[in-house]
């Protein structure tokens, strides 16, 4: 079983910047892959960025070149680092972990691979 807690949303002007953080529980983060998903209201769940165990990386085209998926293994926390953002980036961010251990690529972005999701964070941007 593994817990995850996400933090570092929050209210930021367009052109900012913010850095989300998940953190899981458990000893076996390592051998993870994650993910960062968002949802805005009336919209459903989209796939942000994913990171392998292996730290490969992955992200969707529209924030491709402006946000940054990392991890930390010894500190148990992967993050999401959001630059650039713009009014369309306000949702909340969710992350997950999944077992899967295909190599890189959109598979990544399919929910159902993931075995446990955090219960989010709101990001707000404003114009």
């Known amino acids: 079983q593994v817990q995850l807690v996400e933090s570092g949303g929050g209210l930021v002007q367009a052109g900012g910047s913010l850095r989300l953080s998940c953190a899981a529980s458990?000893?076996?983060?390592?051998?993870?892959?994650m993910g960062w998903f968002r949802q805005a209201p009336g919209k459903e769940r989209e796939f942000v960025a994913a990171i392998s165990r292996t730290y490969s990386t992955y992200y969707t085209g529209s924030v491709t070149g402006r946000f940054t998926i990392s991890r930390d293994n010894d500190k148990g926390t992967v993050y999401l680092r959001t630059n650039s953002l713009k009014p369309e980036d306000t949702a909340v961010y969710y992350c997950?972990?999944?077992?899967?251990?295909?190599?890189?690529?959109?598979?990544?972005?399919?929910?159902?691979?993931?075995?446990?999701w955090g219960q989010g964070t709101q990001v707000t941007v404003s114009s």
């Open positions: 458990g000893r076996t983060f390592s051998s993870y892959a």
């Open positions: 997950a972990a999944g077992n899967q251990t295909y190599p890189i690529g959109s598979t990544y972005s399919r929910p159902g691979l993931y075995d446990y």
